[in-house]
């Protein structure tokens, strides 16, 4: 269609918009913002006549290629260490997509501007697409790759899963909770504007420099729709922001939701990009130079500090301490040490890193080895069984961290560490912001207002209390992170796939029992408490235990 | 301004940073290890519901984690009344199983998935009769756009709209016209309104299918009434809203569509009351009974494949899924007199009111010249159509549709 056509068809399609004359729609969900009724313009002018056949063709690229991989053999150049992270992020990001999509509803309810609505009709068919797209390319790995274990089961690993439940933060964050928060902030403004690039841009980039040119295909393929929903998002925005008593909600749901967002994603696909790749060209961005390209420069400067003058209070202090923590506290590298740590929790193998990636670590972030080196040596050398425990098992100078109350996501950055009791039970968290975000953003009064639409940090937070006192190899059958042999597990802290060198649960019987540390920092006394945090704030980094003086 | 700049020497260039290709074998069946078997090679963490899984199961079933399976850690998100994820009772049926309690999780439970029989309620087991995910999507609906488009494009090459009466083109004009609004009300605040409300996956995916389908077909028919505007002297490309608005024709039908968004906390109803009741008694009678009727006898021929495409995507995909989602509820194992009752509820709530709807629609079938079949008939039609969907489902049909 012209362009020219195009608009005249848009403009005949806002004919449809409902005023409803005998009956209003029910409003199932509810919100503490206001919105005035006032003509908006549709900022996307999607039409389905030309949106149906112009997904159709992007498909049509999508299932030529990936066709085309099978035949000229792409899995036989693929790197494994990559391809085994994509056990992780394949078995979560379906679940954000289809909950993009449940989020939709949520603003028709919220929002009462027809003309908005049509484009969030779209965005809700978009997002059942990205679902199935990425199902299917998960699917098409397990049928293809060496390797089906953690693919197979997937679905079943992510919801058991401690990473998996962490990944559902960025899912049930868009459609729990005040509709507003959730489907408008938390998921347009921040999720899909912010990190979407990291997402679908950055990390489909070192897949292909690994081998993999799948991915990309069908993840720029997403990201192609990606536009239009931040436009959603924008105008949505822009309403709030008109009504004046909506700019302490904002302000308050713009902290939580970048800060969340930071925690979970960064942590992701940090350690995908930085820990999941052969690719150690010096000349390629590292993941902290990439965050300052896309989310600093591009999203901070060129989005966010704008709608200042319309009103919004931007979170300075907060961006800046994303980057702190990117960049002067390792984040990534402490997480990526920390999945590490826990392979045998999981349901993917993790490959070691060798002296050429220390190279690359340590040009990239001056001073890394020094922070994390002796404990990757320390993960080689225990990488196959051979009398000696799994890493967590062992001393190499790791204290197993507490875990954040709010993002999940362990406490990793020990300096950080704080805690709260909430309704008789001790929690700690990884951060001055999520413990705000539990104790005061997430309650039915905010700064003295009331916000009774809005949500609740609910469930079992911490996994490890799940299995309090279990033996190891009792954690993992009990997460059914096995193989077909009924003892080998899933999960390896290596990528020999030789039967001889890879640990079964007969291995884990060695162990002591895991413990949850949430239920033991419940049980000291409030002087032991007081003392383990002061030894807590004062250990790292890279795990390392409190120096024994003062 | 014409310097050249010179090119530089190309042995002089840095050699190009490309990331190195090299040989893993990370192809399947390289090696011989455990789940390194062909028979690893499916999703093992759901059953199917046929024998072997299809590729639409493999793409959506469980991809909504369910605290009753493997979720162990639960729900991590709550509103602010205490309920999370896609709570159960959101519509008054239920499936066998959803009253048992769900597994209880605490210090030492372990996961909770081990030994827990599954699926654990009824919910689980439907699936959309049609197999709708992202390919089939775009390629049914890209297909409908092509054919519609061709078709108009077609009519105004061959000049085709010439032959339509005065009273013709204000039936098209406004009545026509009238229906791309129940269309765009149901795709929008009905199904897309209900998609983040349904107890699954399946149930949800489809109510976003049949949103799709809905919200084409009333930009369909505005695209429609765009193009008319513009080829036929004398079309009124606004007294759709004059008819929608205003006329007394359309009012009944009005009021019951914009009832159908208003129903309270339960997709459930909202899809029945809409496929199941609305469907057939008011879009089937409009559609099919009339303007497929009318419009040859008019010398309009391109006006029925435009709203036949919107019915067949009722008559074909809608209503299958419809069938497939409430049927089994009619003969569940342990709520059958249960759900049959609410549905007998709903219908005896509903039906009343689409009849009467139905009704107010009759001076219609008179407006244009060559008249097509009788109302009374075309009602007995649409009847019975209803009493056969609802025998489908295993349901009496209420006595006021009983001839
Ligand atoms: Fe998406
Ligand atoms: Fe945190």
């Known amino acids: 269609m012209s362009r020219q056509s195009l608009a005249k068809a848009h403009q005949k399609i806002q004919e449809l918009s409902w005023e409803p004359q005998y009956h209003e729609p029910y409003m199932k969900y509810g919100t503490d913002y206001t919105f005035r009724k006032a003509q908006k313009k549709d900022p996307l002018k999607q039409i389905l006549r030309s949106y149906f056949p112009m997904e159709e063709e992007k498909d049509n690229r999508v299932y030529g290629a990936e066709d085309g991989a099978i035949r000229g053999n792409m899995f036989r150049q693929v790197q494994e260490r990559w391809l085994e992270w994509q056990k992780l992020f394949l078995s979560i990001i379906p679940l954000p997509e289809i909950s993009a999509a449940r989020s939709m509803p949520m603003l028709f309810h919220a929002v009462p501007n027809p003309e908005l609505h049509n484009g969030q009709a779209i965005q809700m068919i978009d997002e059942v697409r990205h679902s199935t797209i990425q199902q299917n390319l998960k699917r098409l790995y397990m049928n293809n790759y060496i390797d089906p274990a953690g693919f197979n089961n997937s679905l079943r690993g992510f919801h058991n899963d401690y990473c998996g439940t962490i990944g559902r933060q960025f899912a049930e964050g868009f459609i729990t909770g005040d509709a507003i928060t959730a489907a408008s902030i938390y998921l347009t403004i921040v999720a899909e504007t912010a990190f979407t690039n990291t997402l679908f841009v950055a990390m489909p980039a070192e897949a292909a420099a690994n081998g993999d040119y799948l991915l990309p295909t069908v993840f720029h393929s997403v990201q192609s729709d990606e536009s239009r929903h931040i436009s959603n998002g924008y105008a949505t925005l822009l309403m709030a922001l008109s009504d004046e008593g909506n700019r302490q909600l904002l302000e308050r749901d713009l902290r939580y939701a970048w800060w969340n967002n930071h925690a979970v994603v960064d942590a992701a696909i940090g350690t995908f990009i930085e820990y999941g790749t052969k690719d150690r060209r010096k000349d390629r961005e590292s993941y902290a130079e990439m965050w300052r390209r896309w989310i600093y420069d591009d999203y901070y400067r060129s989005y966010l500090v704008p709608l200042e003058k319309y009103g919004l209070t931007v979170p300075h202090d907060l961006i800046e301490e994303a980057w702190n923590r990117i960049w002067n506290k390792g984040y990534v590298h402490e997480v990526a040490q920390f999945f590490a740590t826990g392979w045998l929790a999981n349901y993917w193998r993790i490959d070691g890193m060798t002296d050429e990636d220390f190279e690359w670590f340590e040009y990239k972030y001056p001073g890394w080895y020094d922070k994390y080196g002796k404990w990757w040596e320390n993960y080689s050398r225990l990488a196959t069984p051979n009398g000696h425990k799994p890493i967590v098992g062992e001393d190499v100078d790791y204290v197993y961290p507490q875990r954040c109350w709010t993002c999940m996501v362990p406490c990793l950055i020990r300096e950080d560490m704080v805690t709260a009791e909430v309704d008789g039970v001790h929690r700690t968290y990884c951060s001055e912001t999520c413990r705000w975000t539990d104790v005061e953003a997430f309650r039915p009064v905010y700064q003295g207002r009331e916000t009774p639409n809005m949500g609740r940090l609910v469930g079992n937070r911490e996994w490890e209390t799940l299995y309090h006192g279990w033996s190891w190899d009792k954690v993992v059958e009990d997460m059914g992170f096995v193989r077909d042999d009924g003892k080998t597990m899933t999960a390896q802290p290596h990528l020999n796939l030789d039967p001889k060198k890879m640990w079964t649960t007969d291995h884990l019987k060695r162990m002591g029992p895991l413990l949850s540390p949430n239920v033991l920092f419940n049980e000291m006394s409030d002087e032991q408490r007081a003392a383990f945090v002061a030894d807590y704030n004062r250990q790292g980094p890279a795990g390392r235990p409190a120096p024994a003086s003062a | ?403």
């Not at chain 2, 009678?285 to 009318?294: C, I, K, T, Y």
């Not at chain 2, 029925?304 to 989602?325: I, S």
């Not at chain 2, 009111?353 to 009602?379: G, H, K, N």
């Open chain 2, 1 to 403: 301004m014409t310097a050249t700049t010179e090119r530089p020497d190309t042995t002089e260039r840095p050699p190009r940073s490309v990331p190195k290709v090299s040989f893993t074998d990370a192809e399947a069946g390289a090696k011989d290890f455990p789940d390194s078997d062909p028979g690893a090679r499916h999703f093992n963490y759901y059953k199917p519901a046929k024998r072997k899984q299809t590729h639409y199961e493999d793409v959506t079933v469980e991809v909504q984690p369910d605290p009753r399976h493997y979720l162990s850690q639960g729900w991590i998100y709550g509103f602010a009344d205490g309920q999370t994820g896609y709570p159960l009772n959101w519509t008054k049926l239920k499936a066998w199983g959803v009253d048992d309690p769900p597994p209880v999780r605490g210090v030492g439970t372990g996961g909770g998935g081990a030994g827990l029989d599954w699926p654990a309620h009824g919910w689980h087991w439907f699936r959309d009769p049609n197999e709708e995910w992202e390919q089939t999507i775009y390629r049914n609906n890209a297909n409908v756009v092509r054919q519609v488009n061709q078709n108009i494009e077609n009519a105004r090459n061959a000049k085709a709209f010439d032959q339509w009466s005065r009273n013709w083109i204000r039936f098209v004009e406004r009545s026509v016209g009238a229906w791309m609004h129940v269309e765009h009300i149901l795709g929008l605040y009905v199904f897309a309104g209900n998609e983040r409300s349904g107890p699954t996956n399946m149930h949800n995916t489809v109510m976003a299918v049949n949103s799709a389908h809905k919200i084409r077909f009333a930009q369909d028919l505005a695209l429609y009434n765009m193009t008319l505007t513009e080829e036929v002297d004398g079309f009124d490309g606004t007294a759709h809203l004059a008819a929608w608005n205003d006329d007394g024709a359309w009012q009944g039908v009005r009021e019951v569509t914009e009832a159908l968004p208003a129903i309270e906390d339960d997709w459930g109803e909202a899809m029945f009351a809409t496929n199941v009741v609305f469907e057939p008694l008011i879009g089937e009678l409009f559609r099919s009974g009339l303007v497929m009727q009318a419009a040859p006898g008019n010398g309009d021929f391109v006006t029925p494949t435009v709203v036949g495409v919107g019915e067949y995507d009722y008559a074909l995909r809608d209503l299958a899924w419809t069938k497939a989602c409430f049927g089994p509820l009619v003969q569940d194992r342990e709520f059958a007199d249960h759900n049959r009752q609410v549905m007998q509820d709903w219908l005896s709530a509903w039906v009343p009111r689409a009849l009467a709807a139905a009704r107010t629609l009759q001076p219609l079938w008179s407006q244009p010249d060559a008249r097509p079949p009788r109302f009374e008939d075309s009602l007995e039609i649409a009847k019975n159509r209803f009493s056969g969907i609802l025998s489908d489902l295993g349901l009496e049909t209420p006595k006021e549709v009983v001839l």
